[in-house]
């Protein structure tokens, strides 16, 4: 009698995947530039000052990459464009990674009831899902962020989310 079958067939598919990263060194090397770039932008953004970063300072506009201590210079604000770059790209991954676990989340306890339930409950969930996926969502959440006057990015997630 084998026992903890799921457990044993979870850990050879994560050793299987391992030994396939270890042999594609384009892979193997691409993985480990993502996670060093991810690092790099969560560390880098905790010691920026965001004010200071959206300060527009009308006598730095357009500085050249280089002056005032901008490593990519300015933009027409007089902002420190590197700054910047950080910043987005701090909020659009957490954003992203927020937003793909709250999906996971509700999938699964959608699909969950779906599946427990059946029949009448089953029709009615998956003819939702089907309305909701007819939906144009960029155009849904740019009417969300119309509407909020003040949204930060927790909100914003929230109803990304939905």
């Known amino acids: 009698m084998v026992k903890n079958r799921p457990t044993r067939v979870m850990i050879s598919?994560?050793?299987?995947?391992?030994?396939?990263?270890?042999?594609?060194?384009?892979?193997?090397?691409?993985?480990?530039?993502?996670?060093?770039t991810f690092v790099t932008i969560f560390i880098?953004?905790?010691?920026?000052?965001?004010?200071?970063?959206?300060?527009?300072s009308?006598?730095?506009?357009?500085?050249?990459p280089g002056t005032n201590g901008m490593i990519l210079g300015a933009d027409q604000g007089g902002r420190d464009v590197l700054s910047m770059l950080i910043l987005g790209a701090r909020n659009s991954i957490t954003i992203g990674f927020?937003?793909?676990?709250?999906?996971?989340?509700i999938g699964i306890l959608f699909g969950v009831i779906a599946?427990?339930?059946?029949?009448?409950?089953?029709?009615?969930?998956m003819r939702f899902l089907?309305?909701?996926?007819?939906?144009?969502?960029?155009?849904?959440?740019?009417?969300?962020?119309?509407i909020i006057p003040h949204y930060t990015m927790m909100t914003f997630v929230g109803y990304n989310a939905l």
Do not use: H
Request: aromatic content about 10%; charged content about 20%.
């Open 13 to 36: 598919s994560l050793r299987m995947i391992k030994r396939e990263f270890l042999k594609d060194k384009w892979a193997l090397t691409a993985l480990i530039l993502l996670c060093i």
């Open 130 to 146: 089907d309305f909701m996926m007819t939906l144009p969502m960029l155009l849904l959440i740019i009417v969300i962020v119309s």
């Open 58 to 64: 009308v006598l730095q506009q357009y500085d050249r």
């Open 98 to 105: 927020a937003v793909t676990l709250m999906m996971l989340v």
């Open 115 to 125: 599946g427990y339930y059946g029949g009448l409950v089953d029709n009615l969930m």
């Open 44 to 56: 880098w953004a905790l010691f920026l000052d965001t004010d200071k970063v959206m300060t527009v």
